[in-house]
Structures are given as C-alpha cells and as structure tokens.
C-alpha cells in the first residue's frame, strides 16, 4: 500500500515526508481494518515531525506515554483523523462488519489502508462526505471537551472564540451555536464573512481591534490560538466567567497559563487555564456524529490534496492561515 512516513526534520524542510510502499496492516484480533478515503491534517502532525531534539528528549523522559520516540519516530506514518470503509474485522469484533463506512481517529491515517481500536471509530452519517467526516474527529474533541467539560458552556452565555476561523474555531462556534450561545468570533479581514456564515453573531476583526481592550464581558472565552497574557483574558471575562485555552504560541504562553493564569482563578469567580489535550472517547466521537448528522455542525474545508502531496499540505498548514480544515483525499474506488 502507498503510505506516508516521516523522519524528524525542521518545520522548513517537510522534504523528510515522503510516499513510500508499505505492508499492508492486519488487523489484531481487537482490530478494524479501514481502507482510507480521507483523512486530516492537524497542528499535531505538523508538530511531530519537526519536534526539536530536547524537546523529544524531555517528552521520553516526563511523558513516555506520550513520546514517539528520540532520535527516530517509533511510530513513522503520520496522520490521526480519517474516514473510509472497513476492510476487514478481528475476530472479537462484534459492532462493525466489512462495507461499513466509518470515521474516527488512530494512528498512521496518512495511508490507503490503516488499522483501528474499535472504541476509537463511529459510523459515518449518509449525509456526510467521507472528506467532511475525516475532518472532525480532533477539531471536535478539542471543541467539545473544552467547551462543554473545562467551559461549562450554557444557553444564553455571551462566548468569544479566538481563532475562530481556524479547525477547531470552525467547530467551535458552531457548537457553542448549537448550544443557544451568543458568539462573537475572532479572526482575521478575509475570514469574517465566512466565520459570519457558520453562525458567529459578532466577528471581531483582530488585525484592526483587540478584543482583550474592548468594553464587552464574556461568560466564556475559548481561545484555539493562546497569544494572549492571562491578565489580557482577565479583563474581559464577566465575574463568573472562564478562559479555556486550546492552544498556545510558545511554551512562555503554555507556563503563564498553568502558574500565573491557575493564580489569577484563586481570586473571584473567574478561572483562567488550559485545557490540556483532548480524549478520544467512543461516548463524545457518538456525540460528534450526532452533530454532523444532525447539520448542527459542518466541516469547513479550505484544501484539499492528494496522499502524493502531503507535504505540500503540511507546508500549507504552517503558513498558519488554512481557513477550516486540510484534507488528504486517498484515490479508491468508492462504488
């Protein structure tokens, strides 16, 4: 099978992914076998390949479970999310049966054919491409484990999302829409009308106005994009209110957040803090396909590239403006 593998290199040189020929995968006896149709670029792809040499040391050395490896990638074909039919089944399989159509996350997505946990994959909707499912998987975990479990959104709550356009600020403010919250988006002069398109009330353009300095109280800030100081959040949050943050530009950021932001919470209502990273569970991957079958929630796509191009997608995705999701479409015949 065509499959693609990595080797750690710099966030400047993607030429270290590359197409090659691989086994095809069997199975386990715990295992789906899926051929991919789709499958999704994410930030966490982009990271793993070109993490640098310390800071894969310090992953072995605190979080082993967690590491990939030092000097070389223990697990070398990339890719998380996907969609696609199953194969074949192992023999303790008992919810999924060859000809399903299914979308979930695993490791090593990035291949025409990839083995999968069974709590780790749902049926795909019939009204959902396979391109459109491949990219909800970690875009909508990150949203609803953040929103709904670290935010505690409710009805009626005024939420900004910062880096709303973006593939978890896509999901974002159509969930916290679907929730019956008033959503005010944070993106860039290009990206207003279409974050206004997916159901944002407000879109604050931020290469004119700072949301932080502004006037208005938010009873939830869900931040994808973390380059705020947790005093900035601060100002802005209603007495109750809460910063859930998703992501961060630099470790700086990541370490203001866990010391100065968990400081700022002890006093007052408010909370500041990350949210750490997202689970893949069975129960919320469910929820997930009830959203998209239900059309509360759409996957927006900004490109979409062949399993030859990936690098090309990679690169796409560092420049840091993909609007939505990139997609990695597999050639298979889909009949």
Request: hydrophobic share 40%.
């Amino acid at each position: 099978m065509k499959a693609i593998q990595f080797k750690y290199g710099s966030e400047k040189a993607p030429d270290t992914i590359q197409l090659v020929d691989a086994p095809k995968p069997v199975p386990n006896d715990d295992q789906v076998l899926v051929k991919v149709y789709a499958a999704s670029v994410n930030p966490a792809d982009f990271h793993t390949f070109h993490m640098p040499f310390m800071v894969r040391l310090v992953m072995a050395a605190l979080f082993p479970s967690l590491s990939n490896g030092v000097r070389k990638p223990k697990q070398n074909i990339l890719g998380s999310d996907f969609a696609g039919r199953v194969e074949a089944v192992g023999r303790n399989i008992t919810e999924f049966k060859p000809g399903d159509e299914v979308f979930g996350s695993t490791w090593a997505a990035f291949a025409e054919y990839a083995p999968v946990r069974e709590r780790n994959i749902v049926l795909k909707p019939a009204n959902v491409t396979f391109e459109a499912a491949a990219g909800a998987p970690i875009v909508g975990l990150t949203a609803v484990q953040g929103m709904r479990d670290t935010g505690q959104i409710r009805a009626g709550q005024k939420v900004l999302i910062n880096g709303a356009a973006g593939g978890i600020g896509t999901f974002a403010v159509q969930y916290a829409k679907s929730y019956g919250a008033e959503v005010t988006g944070v993106c860039s002069t290009r990206n207003m009308e279409m974050v206004r398109s997916i159901g944002a009330d407000h879109v604050i353009d931020y290469t004119r106005e700072d949301f932080t300095k502004r006037d208005d109280k938010y009873d939830l800030i869900y931040d994808t994009v973390g380059n705020r100081s947790a005093f900035d959040y601060r100002r802005v949050l209603s007495s109750q209110g809460k910063c859930v943050i998703a992501g961060f530009t630099n470790f700086f950021r990541l370490f203001e957040y866990m010391i100065v932001g968990k400081m700022l919470s002890k006093e007052g209502g408010q909370w500041i803090g990350s949210m750490g990273i997202a689970k893949v569970t069975k129960q919320d991957l469910e929820y997930i396909q009830e959203l998209l079958a239900a059309r509360k929630v759409t996957t927006v796509i900004d490109q979409c590239y062949p399993l030859s191009e990936t690098a090309e997608a990679m690169r796409y995705l560092g420049t840091r403006h993909a609007r939505g999701k990139v997609i990695i479409s597999i050639a298979h015949e889909r009949s």
